[in-house]
């Protein structure tokens, strides 16, 4: 598959840290953010590469050459095949595609991020959805101020909302990370301006066609167009997040109970303004974030099943928790829940989520289909809960569990838990452990 890179970004805003070349050229420990892009690529089988490039092109071009040079920061040949379109004229973020001879689904890069994914898998969603669009998202730290796709359960998007779009009370924390999978058909017709702006003008006319869709990780992508956040991602890659969060190697994680962990447990919670973060959660899954552990919610919901809540309700309930994880900086990397009940004879009940299932806490199922999603090390990752059925179902996944036993949580059911860790709280549990 061939890999369109626009690297034509002048990167005004972050010139004082490197002034006078290109955004692209920019060191990240002793070597070109461009550079680690096309390692990335590389290592995966994706070597056949274009560069759209346009301020100073020449610092790029002399520098990568077709491919086949030596880099000057390994001392070693690249090992790609580089093509080059020069812009003349500014084009806009997407003029250039419609100079290239693009046959075939391609995948669409930004030259002014970090990052370290598995594109294969990114490919495989595309492919597995029929996709015209892919879209890589992903949960950031604050989604207050970015720009959300808002998505089906089957990862259709829905709507697209820029950070000046009135957006909802409470939403998924969803982000466009500026990573594509993309069909040539969306340049049949070229749009009669001189510049021609990618989300704007070509995407969103996607949103609602079912063409497009969210495919959702964890891995790490970063935008370093500030100093502010280039010191982090520099950071970041010196410590070693960047490539450990790739999908190829195996994560960490810490799953989460809901109720009782995340927010005050009042029984089966029903109603969306029953919910409310306990206090200090936000920081904790904040430092989970740091800790590079996934932060998973694994939570059973029997009140779909009774009929007291639908799928809808409870999204709304979801998003209301991860606006306000938002609003404290943190994020989770995944929701897991079980609708089912097993037991009928409630007035309201939906039949055909009464049974006996594999995913209901204390069974392990939501914990290894998460797993599977995400490669997980289970033996390597913390089952965090308020009752019996929490541990029990970290231990039968072959997890570490800690069982939390402050105020207002539902730990005291007569269970003996004197052989297993507690915590007051998830913030003992994070300074304690991670």
Not at 338 to 353: A, K
Request: hydrophobic content about 35%; glycine content about 8%; some cysteine.
């Amino acid at each position: 598959m061939k890999t369109v890179i626009m690297a034509g970004g002048r990167g005004t805003r972050i010139s004082q840290i490197a002034p006078d070349i290109p955004k692209p050229m920019i060191e990240i420990d002793g070597m070109p953010v461009l550079e680690r892009e096309i390692y990335c690529l590389r290592g995966q089988g994706f070597t056949d590469i274009v560069l759209t490039v346009g301020y100073k092109a020449d610092l790029i071009v002399d520098y990568f050459g077709d491919g086949n040079k030596i880099s000057p920061a390994t001392g070693e040949p690249f090992g790609v095949d580089i093509s080059y379109f020069v812009e003349e004229t500014p084009l806009g973020n997407a003029g250039a595609l419609f100079q290239l001879d693009l046959q075939d689904d391609f995948l669409l890069l930004n030259a002014d991020a970090i990052f370290d994914i598995d594109f294969n898998r990114m490919v495989d969603f595309h492919k597995s959805h029929n996709a015209t669009v892919t879209l890589f998202t992903h949960p950031n730290s604050h989604p207050y101020d970015s720009g959300l796709i808002i998505a089906n359960d089957n990862h259709m998007v829905l709507s697209w909302l820029s950070k000046e779009d009135e957006r909802p009370k409470y939403y998924k924390n969803r982000v466009n990370a500026g990573l594509h999978v993309i069909s040539p058909s969306i340049l049949r017709n070229k749009p009669d301006t001189p510049k021609i702006d990618l989300d704007r003008q070509l995407l969103r006319a996607l949103v609602g066609t079912g063409k497009m869709f969210c495919y959702d990780s964890p891995e790490y992508v970063k935008d370093m167009g500030t100093p502010e956040r280039y010191y982090s991602v520099a950071e970041d890659f010196k410590s070693g997040r960047v490539t450990s969060k790739n999908l190829r190697n195996k994560q960490k994680a810490v799953f989460l109970d809901r109720d009782g962990t995340i927010n005050n447990y009042v029984g089966f919670l029903r109603d969306l303004d029953e919910f409310e973060l306990i206090p200090g959660v936000a920081n904790a899954v904040k430092k989970i974030n740091a800790s590079g552990y996934l932060a998973i919610v694994i939570t059973n919901q029997p009140v779909i099943a009774r009929g007291e809540v639908s799928f809808e309700k409870l999204d709304e309930i979801h998003n209301k928790m991860e606006t306000l994880l938002g609003l404290g900086g943190a994020y989770l990397d995944s929701i897991y829940f079980c609708p089912h009940h097993p037991h009928s004879g409630y007035e309201d009940e939906v039949p055909e989520l009464k049974f006996d299932c594999d995913c209901r806490k204390p069974k392990p199922g939501m914990i290894m289909k998460a797993a599977e999603d995400f490669n997980i090390d289970l033996s390597q990752s913390w089952m965090v809960g308020d009752s019996e059925h929490d541990v029990k179902a970290g231990k039968n996944a072959g997890c570490k569990t800690v069982l939390l036993v402050g105020e207002g949580t539902d730990s005291k059911r007569g269970y003996d838990f004197e052989q297993d860790m507690t915590c007051e709280s998830l913030m003992e549990f994070v300074e304690k452990v991670l």
